[in-house]
């Protein structure tokens, strides 16, 4: 069945660049996004990629996608204290109202 | 400013309660979803809905139920609480804009069954 598959923690130095890395396995899913956690908070849509581009950037953030491996990475620059969070990568399938997969999140924490 | 909210942050029932989880949506959303949120399981998806008295189970609805009388609003069920749905609840509803589904959603419901 369908899949999005991404590791569990990563652990950066303030000011460094965080990558966070993603697998799906469905190659009909039209739009991927990455959604951001914050501590107590429910799960906000952070940024989202069209199945036929390559990369987004935005600010601080920068979105890679490789449709041919089916592999999504967000890039965070400089990555802050703020940045400390579950962000969890998802794709539609195609649409429809069975909405999104989810990834199991990757909580990133970040050292001083 | 979009909003999703949910009725409770935090719940504490006793097991066999029956417990009611309350979600409210503005943006006149047609889907909305419950989730529940475990350590290390990510997000699972309970029940959703596509329109008003229209409901679909998710992968684990099992011990739960919904309601959707009203399109703004969504209710999750829990018939006979037990500890092992001791979790944080997730409501979300979606809307399609420019081609693509986008969630938003509330701010989780922390239950605690003793």
């Known amino acids: 069945g369908e899949d999005v598959e991404q590791s569990l923690f990563l652990s950066v130095r303030e000011g460094d660049s965080s990558v966070i890395n993603c697998t799906y396995t469905?190659?009909?899913?039209?739009?991927l996004y990455w959604y951001k956690q914050e501590p107590g908070a429910g799960l906000q849509l952070l940024t989202y990629?069209?199945?036929?581009?390559d990369m987004k950037q935005d600010q601080r953030l920068t979105v890679l996608l490789n449709k041919k491996d089916k592999h999504l990475s967000l890039r965070i620059a400089d990555t802050q204290t703020g940045d400390s969070a579950i962000y969890f990568c998802?794709?539609?399938?195609?649409?429809?109202?069975?909405?999104?997969?989810f990834g199991k999140g990757t909580h990133l924490i970040i050292q001083p | 400013d979009v909003k999703v909210t949910q009725s409770s942050r935090y719940l504490v029932k006793r097991t066999g309660e029956k417990v009611f989880l309350e979600c409210v949506q503005d943006?006149?959303?047609?889907?909305m979803f419950w989730y529940r949120q475990d350590p290390g399981l990510g997000l699972r998806l309970i029940y959703f809905?596509?329109?008003?008295?229209?409901?679909e189970k998710g992968d684990i609805p099992e011990g739960y139920s919904v309601s959707r009388e009203k399109k703004e609003r969504f209710s999750l069920i829990l018939e006979s609480a037990s500890t092992n749905q001791t979790s944080m609840y997730l409501c979300?509803?979606?809307?399609?804009?420019?081609?693509?589904?986008?969630?938003?959603f509330g701010q989780g419901t922390r239950l605690t069954v003793v």
């Open positions: 990629i069209f199945s036929n581009m």
């Open positions: 979300a509803s979606s809307g399609t804009r420019a081609f693509h589904t986008e969630a938003f």
């Open positions: 469905d190659s009909s899913s039209t739009y």
């Open positions: 809905s596509y329109d008003v008295k229209m409901k």
């Open positions: 943006m006149d959303h047609e889907n």
């Open positions: 998802a794709d539609n399938q195609g649409g429809g109202a069975d909405g999104l997969t």
